[in-house]
């Protein structure tokens, strides 16, 4: 999930200064689905909303306080020598190796 928010947010950033849809994407590395997706959310509900997903019912959260900021500081961290980012590919199999995160995936 926090790695979902921060996607968001670079999208609605990049959008923000002036970076066409297929840029957005390509810096990113998604899809450009995903960022007119989000763009509209922005448009049709504000910030908070194209940023967070609303709570929903269903199987508790999996990782706690401490897993999600340890998910959040990698992100925001320096990415590895010889990478420009960090791609959602790459964090898991960092944070796969932390005690307590073994079995993360990419939707987290």
Same mark, same amino acid.
């Given at each position: 999930?926090?790695? *979902? ?5 670079? =999208? ?9 849809? #297929?840029?957005?994407?390509? =810096?990113?590395? @998604?899809?450009? #689905?995903?960022?007119?997706?989000? %763009? &509209?959310?922005? @448009?049709?509900?504000? @910030?908070?909303?194209? =940023?967070? #997903?609303?709570? *929903?019912?269903?199987?508790? %959260? ?9 998910? =959040? ?10 990478? &420009?980012?960090?791609? @959602? ?6 944070? %796969? ?12």
């Amino acid at each position: 999930r926090a790695v *979902r928010e921060i996607t968001r947010a670079n =999208i609605l950033l990049l959008s923000n200064s002036g970076k066409r849809n #297929d840029e957005i994407a390509s =810096i990113l590395n @998604i899809n450009r #689905d995903t960022v007119l997706r989000v %763009k &509209k959310r922005y @448009i049709q509900y504000g @910030i908070e909303r194209s =940023i967070h #997903d609303a709570e *929903r019912p269903g199987q508790p %959260k999996k990782y706690g306080e401490k897993e999600t900021a340890e998910i =959040i500081a990698l992100a925001c961290s320096s990415p590895p020598e010889g990478r &420009k980012r960090w791609s @959602i590919r790459l964090m898991v199999e960092v944070l %796969k190796k932390k005690n307590g995160l073994e079995s993360i995936n990419r939707e987290v």
